[in-house]
């Protein structure tokens, strides 16, 4: 589904992404293992547009998408969800979720995936009306995991969403992140610090540093300690 | 007694003008956070073009209004899209747009008065006759106007409230990368940010026209009053424009009540300079 | 080797353009462009610290004219009025600027971000004509000053000519210094990566108050040297068209370089006669420019000079351009 091919980018004269090579097929969980700093989130923004790439090609589906901009690329399938969140903090939640279906594809299908979203995060739908500026941290995780879905996404890449969360949220964050996959047959690559639960959810996995892929396994053949011991 | 109520019910209409005048100002920099330097010369340009369907081409003022929301919105679209964009994608664009727009609007100023003279123009009020309320004495025509304005700040409310573009204009002021994951695309948006600031501010214009002489000069009045009104209530914030536009229209009446006329722009100065020594980020900082 | 090559190149004619002003007088100059180069020397400075406010330290400032007028208008009153030497009333008039500027200016620039500041130095200027206006009794309100007394009794126009050459390259010579300081690196630090710069240890607050203190302190000693070569002034200085002139100067000569100003503001005195020309268009025309330059030359006279030179060195030379590392950024 998604074929990613010697990626290079750069902030400035900074070089971060120095040739990534990965691919994710489709119906597949892969997460994307690596210490901070070394470009994960760059790679998201760069694959979702909202980052330029210096060199390299993605493909989508057989289709280049490697130079588009963000929006174009919402309206092939792929749904970013920012470590940042990036919520329009002025609004409500039921506002935040309509925008998220702002594309074309994703209009008609507003209903159900309202309803879909509600079902795997009920918290959500107690706080419909409230402002976004007045949610919890992990609410405003689940408004921003549940905007990215109403955009009727076919990839959703998701940018440390366990980030800064109680374990008990964390571990509901994963639950839900597995229903969409098994449920939507929604695309996933992930990317964590939360090596455990990311683990259990992946099908595959890519370790990550230096702004480069260094090796890949499939999840059950390598285990926390193994990916921990690459950070270094 | 009487004249500091006249002179109130006189500053919420002329408020209430400013505060229309004040909302193509706050709707762009709200969306796109590029201050409209060239403010003024736009409201009056919007009024000018109303003005020529009540001489040289048939039509009267409700033709010459429609063209004006036409070409203005426009006129918005093409200075984005040719000369805002480009600017935008250079680093230092916030140092580039301001002197950019107050060049242009200096351009057009002049142009303005080649074209159409240094005499004043004025839009004839469109209703006779007038009110009194015991010691208080308005017109119907300045009545109406307070009616349009109105209606015109309900009508955008309902579009930013409920349209498409509306909403996306809003989600894009309050955050980029926000609206740029749900899959706006925010140089459209812009450009259509722009296209509706001008139509709604030559819109103004024209109801300013109809109460306020014009010429090419007070394009710059305008503007600097714009500019305190929206930093008065904050920068992006539409109902805080229309509050403090109502507030200063008032105590500017009160003020040229009590004091001449002369003292009307000090006071105005001095306001703003209060203002932004005490609280920049505007009395009633609010949401677009 | 190169890089010593192009610096003679630079200083050479440098060295050339001031033995010419220097001498320039005795050639034969009559009394008109004398006077046009003692607009030059004094526009040049006001050209030169607005681009220090706005090129260096990344402040958007439109009040600068301001600065001006308030150090010729109080030099001027103190000389004409109390009979002070203008040697004693210029470093006043300076004075009286920069307390001014840092008062309204400066300090609230520590909380405000750049359009507001903007906004503050435009309606700054602005409030100016009217202060005037109001104070006829000592400023002279809407007709100005004039007969200002003069350097020296008996003051000709050759003698303001160097006196105002003096200052010309006193000033040019104090800000070249401070852009090549600390000071200077902390400026433009701020204005590129305020963030990077706070983590360094540049104070924001100090080099802010700094920047304004200077630049209005050295526009209005600009003012006095303005007054007591030219004899007048009036609120008309104060006006939209010295604004749009003021702005052209730096824009035409590139915003952020040393030179450009400087070249800038020759260019702008010395085709003002064209402008004059173009009668009611003038301001139009400025504007036009003004536009014109910001869309498709935004770096001014200087950017065209480094591409010249640029292109001359590979020519010349047959050696592969310089590497972006190795030259400074302007």
Known sequence: MLEVRQLEARYGDLQVLRGVTLRVGEGEVVALFGPNGHGKSTLLKVLSGLHPPAAGKVGFNGQDITALP????????????PEERHLFRDLTVYENLNMGAYNMRARPKMASNLEFVFSIFPRLAERRDQMCSTLSGGESRMVAIARGLMSEPALLLV?????????????????AIGQINREKGITILIVEQEIRHALKLAGRIYMFKKGQVLFERPADEVDVAEIEKAYF | ??????????????????????????????????FNFGHGIVALLGAYIAWLFLGQMTGGLLAGTLVSLVA????GLLVYRFTINPLLKKPGWETSTVLFLLGAGILLENVLLQVFGPRVKSIPSFLPGGLRLGAVQVNWHELSLVVIVLAAIAALNAFFKRTRTGQAMRSVAQSIPGAQVVGIDIDRIYGLTFGLAFAVTGFSGILLGTKYYLNPHIGWEWMVKGFVIVSFGGLGSTSGAIYAAVILGVVEAIAVLYLSAIWVWPIW????????LLRPQGILGGRL | MQATKVLSWKSALMGLALLFLLAYPWLGASSYLKHLFILFFIWSVVAANWNLLMGYAGITSLGNIGFLAIGGYTSGILAKSFGLSPWVTIPIGGLAASLLVTLFLGLPALRLSGIYIALLSLI??????????????????????HEIPGFLPGMEKVHAYYISLAFFLAIQYILYRTVRSSTGLAFVALRDSEHLATTLGVNRFKERLKVFALSSFLTGVAGGVYVHSLGDISPTTLGIEPFLLGIAMMELGGIGTFAGPILGSAVIVFGNEFLRLAGTLR????????????????????????????????????????????????
């Open chain 1, 70 to 81: 963000a929006h174009r690329i919402v309206e092939l399938g792929i749904a970013y969800i």
């Open chain 1, 159 to 175: 940018d440390e969403p366990s980030i800064g969360l109680s374990p008990g949220l964390r571990s509901a964050v994963f639950e």
């Open chain 2, 1 to 34: 007694m009487a004249n500091l109520i006249n002179a109130i019910v006189s500053g919420l209409i002329a408020g209430s003008l400013y505060a229309a005048m004040a909302l193509g100002l706050t709707i762009i920099y709200g969306v796109s956070r590029v």
């Open chain 2, 72 to 75: 203005m919105f426009l006129f």
């Open chain 2, 269 to 276: 100065f001095v306001l703003f300079m209060v203002l932004l």
């Open chain 3, 124 to 145: 700054f200027a602005d409030s100016l004509p009217s202060l005037l206006t109001q104070t006829r009794g000592i400023t002279g309100g809407a007709m100005g000053l």
């Open chain 3, 283 to 330: 301001l139009a025309l400025l504007g036009a420019l003004i536009c014109g330059i910001i869309l498709f030359f935004p770096g001014g006279i200087m950017q065209l000079v480094e591409r010249v030179e640029k292109w001359l060195r590979r020519r010349f030379n047959k050696l592969p351009p310089p590497s972006p590392g190795s030259r400074s950024h302007s």
